[in-house]
């Protein structure tokens, strides 16, 4: 069935035909059949070079050998058995040697999971209301994170409310901690931005955040859900020198299944039913087939080196920076690490209404023309692309000969 009546089927089954909204494109999302290394495949035979790599997770590329043996292997035993497992200590034990401030975690299945249940832990523990984050900030599909409110709408100090200032204002951080620092149980932040497209912290600002919540007590959560080793075997957190209290991870720590974790200071971990009387649970935390996954993941990439798809990303942006620029479009190319977003922008992307005030249309021609050239990127702006180790010098030769094609063509 070709991607198009897949499609139109999937309409009838699921709302807007996807089982996530960020899957959607107008006229209609290609419905991909395989994954191999850095390609994707459709259901209409048709190869993309993939730089959305499933929202990040895909680090190795697609069905990288080591981790489909392990999960092959792993499914032969169990996959999920519901009982504790070496499986999640081995894991585990991993991701707390590679990221320091991690003294205990707990397993999830998502990232949307890990955050709601440090923010639930956060207030349990510092007995307060309030949780602070970024604007533009994403955090998973719960109200915690999604419903809130600028600091100055604010009524009521001692509701349970979520409230949010731009990201890279340290005035605006003391402001909030001027005003309802008593109350403020967290503050969750990417420490990248990640979900506005990438945008780096400016120099200080983490440093600004660890300072502040520590004098007024709150809690500092970091959400490396995307970042968690992305760009480094462990989390941004140690390139920042910021020692968060809490940590989530998700994507790449289950090796392309799904997980996710969160961990931190053992004095707020121990709280954690049965340990501790804040309670949280799942059927498949610790399944081992995501254990299998993750822990095979990780270990490859601990012999690999980050400095290969870092220069990659560095010169897929540079390259789109030059090609647009020479074209006289008004263009800004982010870059962290192994990830980068070109936005349509005259100004400097610092914060979500930076990069909220981007050109959406000049955006959609510059999605349609990869697509149309085989290569695949997250469908919005307000993404960030990823590359992996899979992705090969020709990958990025190609990459950068139709954005050089399409930066021709886009003001015409
Ligand atoms: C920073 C961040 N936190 C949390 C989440 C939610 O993770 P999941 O989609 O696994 O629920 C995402 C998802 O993209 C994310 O980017």
Do not use: W
């Not at 003294?103 to 510092?126: D, P």
């Not at 190319?333 to 349509?344: K, L």
């Amino acid at each position: 069935m070709s991607s198009y009546s897949l499609y139109t089927k999937a309409k009838s089954l699921f709302p807007g035909g996807v089982n996530s909204p960020v899957r959607y494109y107008p006229p209609s999302p290609k419905f991909m059949a395989e994954g191999t290394g850095s390609r994707l495949r459709d259901e209409d035979g048709q190869e993309y070079i993939d730089y959305c790599l499933a929202f990040g997770p895909m680090i190795l590329g697609h069905s990288r050998k080591e981790v489909v043996d392990a999960i092959r292997e792993q499914a032969g035993k169990a996959t999920s058995l519901g009982t504790p497992g070496k499986l999640e200590i081995e894991l585990g034990e991993r991701i707390k040697s590679a990221i320091p401030s991690i003294e205990m975690l707990r397993f999830t299945n998502s990232g949307t999971e890990s955050t709601m249940h440090a923010i639930r832990l956060a207030r349990f523990f510092t007995g307060r209301s309030l949780i602070l984050k970024i604007e533009g900030g994403f955090h998973g599909s719960h109200d915690y994170a999604l419903e809130s409110v600028p600091v100055s709408e604010l009524k009521d100090a001692s509701s349970r409310a979520t409230i949010e200032i731009p990201y890279n204002d340290p005035d605006a951080l003391h402001e909030a901690f001027r005003k309802f620092g008593k109350n403020i149980a967290a503050f969750i932040l990417e420490p990248v931005l990640g979900n506005v497209g990438v945008v780096n912290p400016s120099p200080g600002y983490l440093k600004e955040a660890r300072k502040i919540t520590e004098e007024y007590g709150a809690l500092l959560i970091f959400d490396e859900v995307i970042t968690g080793f992305r760009s480094s075997y462990g989390a941004y957190q140690d390139i920042a020198g910021v020692r968060p209290d809490l940590t989530t991870l998700g994507k790449i720590v289950g090796g392309g299944l799904p997980v996710g974790v969160f961990g931190g200071r053992e004095d707020i971990m121990k709280n954690v039913s049965p340990s501790g009387k804040f309670y949280q649970q799942g059927t498949f935390s610790g399944n081992a087939l995501s254990m299998a996954a993750g822990i095979s993941a990780l270990d490859v990439l601990k012999q690999s080196d980050y400095r290969v798809p870092e220069s990659n990303a560095s010169r897929i942006a540079e390259e789109a920076r030059m090609a647009f620029g020479k074209s006289g479009t008004d263009v800004r190319a982010n870059v962290s690490g192994t990830m980068f977003t070109i936005f349509f922008n005259r100004n400097e992307v610092v914060d979500s209404r930076t990069a909220g005030a981007s050109d959406r249309q000049l955006f959609s021609r510059y999605f349609n023309g990869l697509l149309e050239n085989g290569i695949f990127i997250a469908a919005s702006q307000m993404e960030a692309s990823f590359l992996s180790f899979a992705h090969s010098n020709e990958d990025v030769g190609k990459t950068v000969e139709v954005i050089r094609a399409i930066a021709e063509k886009i003001t015409d």
